[in-house]
């Protein structure tokens, strides 16, 4: 049997993660495929270190259980119990997992104060999930899968890596610490917001620490709205998309041109210059599912709504690997120049 290695680049986007949970469920039952990297951001992240902490712990299985551990835990955990606002706590969801009154009071209420007014007490549901679930100090000295976690440095506005030997339940909190709804997170005396603000995901790590000429990023944001916005609801959705895409697209767009230049100069040298030659870029979407998704349903943490998200998946990766897992180690199944600037 040909085994193929991969890393693995997994963007944020709250309880939409469910998605990208089903994905990696659907990899790891593939014998075939190596996982040996992953970047991730917010949602990402959480989904990166508990693959790499079960696989650490019991392999293929202990990766597949860890991630199911966790989404088992937040969708029994209440997330908007911190929220004041009586909506949040009330307001039932729709057919696509959203709902618009719940959505408009908590939007009102991140108008109106602060995380430093209305959770005083920094409340987060996500410290207790993971300080049961994860051993760090296991994790940072038995790590088999590199990790590459990001989060915004407050102060600078840039981008900070944490790698194995650095992370922690703080540096997971930061990494999905999104400023309108949680207080910054410091960290040895530096605050932290939502690593999605500057890399959702990060690709550079897993070009430059890790051996694989291919990467496979698995997204949740659209690629692309067909329909102009035109409601207030819609603009807001659509402009909170593009500020958690942006700097990924720009990502894009430097790799593409790098990846030409390398490609067309013979003379070219170098280690980075020849893995840029062989990088083979993938992406594993729900364009269709996403697109009719509401921003609310980012905070939906209901069960059906979560199982719902990790059934599509599971479709769309063993869609996936049937149409394209000869592409892995050859030849790109999506197509980088398009971000060409």
């Known amino acids: 049997m040909q085994k193929k290695a991969i890393t693995l680049a997994l963007q944020g986007g709250g309880s939409h993660g469910a998605f990208t949970w089903g994905v990696l469920d659907r990899l790891l039952e593939d014998s075939r495929v190596d996982i040996e990297g992953i970047s991730g951001a917010s949602a990402g992240a959480m989904n990166a270190v508990m693959l790499a902490y079960g696989y650490a712990v019991n392999g293929r299985e202990g990766a597949k259980q860890a991630l199911a551990d966790f989404w088992h835990s937040v969708s029994t955990k209440e997330f908007f119990l911190l929220m004041p606002h009586q909506a949040l706590r009330e307001t039932g969801y729709g057919s696509h997992g959203s709902s618009t009154a719940m959505w408009k009071g908590l939007a009102s209420m991140m108008r109106l104060f602060s995380p430093y007014q209305f959770n005083p007490f920094d409340i987060n549901p996500l410290r207790d999930i993971l300080v049961k679930q994860i051993d760090f100090e296991r994790l940072r000295s038995d790590g088999k ?3 590459f976690i990001a989060a915004t440095q407050v102060s600078t506005g840039t981008l900070k890596i ?3 030997n650095e992370l922690s339940v703080d540096a997971l909190l930061a990494s999905a610490c999104l400023p309108a709804m949680h207080r910054a997170v410091e960290i040895k005396g530096e605050a932290y917001w939502d690593g999605g603000l500057t890399a959702n995901p990060p ?6 620490f890790c ?3 291919d990467i496979m990023v698995v997204l949740l944001h659209p ?3 067909p329909k102009v916005p035109t ?11 593009i500020s958690f895409s942006s700097a990924f697209f720009t990502e894009l767009g430097g790799l593409a041109l790098a ?3 390398a490609t067309d100069d013979p003379h070219g040298a170098g280690e980075l210059v020849e893995r840029l030659k062989k990088l083979n870029m993938h992406v594993i979407d729900a364009n269709d599912l996403m697109s009719n998704l509401s921003i609310s ?19 769309q990766a063993d869609l996936w690997l049937r149409e394209n897992f000869d592409d892995l180690g050859k030849r790109s199944s999506f197509n980088l120049d398009q971000f060409l600037p």
């Open 259 to 261: 990846k030409r230049r």
């Open 297 to 315: 349903s980012k905070l939906n943490t209901k069960a059906s709504f979560i199982n719902a998200l990790h059934g599509a998946g599971r479709e």
């Open 223 to 225: 690629f692309r709205r």
């Open 203 to 208: 690709i550079f790590p897993l070009l430059h």
């Open 162 to 164: 944490f790698r194995n």
């Open 145 to 147: 899968i590199p990790l």
């Open 211 to 213: 051996a694989s000429s």
């Open 231 to 241: 409601t207030t609801e819609a603009i807001g959705q659509r402009l909170s998309e």
